[in-house]
């Protein structure tokens, strides 16, 4: 098996996030949910169904390090067929009693339904963001999640030939804690 620049350059950034984590960690909080809501890659928006996880580890008293992931998929329901777009980040969480609030970078890998100016078709490829992230916490560990994720998708795509992407998805959300 051959080794590229890409595997290099994500074992790297992988490494370097799990370096940053705080190895004294006073509590760590896990959290899961699944979000419905819209992707706009281009001019069409397109219904998402995405499951997300995070983890989050205290550096201060209201003060987290998260790494998340969020997977989106696009119904083949609509025109244009089926697609996917996973973006995972990293991020600094501020966290209260019943809630959080999280901003940070993402980096996403999609191959989704798209259409441009003049063309519509599927985009595929890599593209790096930013992520932001609300829990509300209504009763107990049971929650409602709103997400946001802006991509700029890019290369050499006949469709999108250089674009931005905005997915907003919202839905319940559950946290444990662990202390």
């Given at each position: 098996m051959r080794t590229t620049g890409r595997q290099i350059l994500s074992a790297t950034g992988l490494a370097l996030v799990l370096?940053?984590?705080?190895?004294?960690?006073?509590?760590?909080?896990l959290s899961a949910g699944i979000g419905l809501g819209w992707i706009q890659a281009g001019t069409a928006t397109r219904l998402a169904v995405s499951p997300h996880a995070g983890i989050s580890w205290r550096i201060k008293s209201n003060i987290l390090f998260h790494v998340h992931d969020l997977f989106s998929v696009v119904p083949s329901i609509q025109i244009?067929?089926?697609?996917?777009?996973?973006?995972?980040?990293?991020?600094?969480?501020?966290?209260?009693k019943n809630g959080d609030f999280s901003v940070g970078p993402s980096f996403a890998i999609y191959y989704m339904p798209a259409c441009g100016?003049?063309?519509?078709?599927?985009?595929?490829?890599?593209?790096?963001?930013?992520?932001?992230?609300?829990?509300?916490?209504?009763?107990?560990?049971?929650?409602v999640s709103v997400s946001a994720n802006v991509d700029w998708i890019g290369g050499s795509s006949l469709v999108l030939p250089g674009y931005v992407s905005v997915l907003v998805v919202a839905g319940p959300v559950l946290r444990w804690s662990v202390k």
């Amino acid at each position: 098996m051959r080794t590229t620049g890409r595997q290099i350059l994500s074992a790297t950034g992988l490494a370097l996030v799990l370096g940053a984590v705080p190895a004294q960690a006073d509590a760590s909080e896990l959290s899961a949910g699944i979000g419905l809501g819209w992707i706009q890659a281009g001019t069409a928006t397109r219904l998402a169904v995405s499951p997300h996880a995070g983890i989050s580890w205290r550096i201060k008293s209201n003060i987290l390090f998260h790494v998340h992931d969020l997977f989106s998929v696009v119904p083949s329901i609509q025109i244009g067929g089926a697609g996917v777009y996973n973006s995972a980040m990293v991020a600094l969480r501020c966290g209260w009693k019943n809630g959080d609030f999280s901003v940070g970078p993402s980096f996403a890998i999609y191959y989704m339904p798209a259409c441009g100016s003049a063309l519509c078709g599927h985009v595929a490829g890599m593209a790096a963001g930013a992520h932001a992230q609300t829990n509300a916490y209504v009763a107990g560990p049971l929650g409602v999640s709103v997400s946001a994720n802006v991509d700029w998708i890019g290369g050499s795509s006949l469709v999108l030939p250089g674009y931005v992407s905005v997915l907003v998805v919202a839905g319940p959300v559950l946290r444990w804690s662990v202390k």
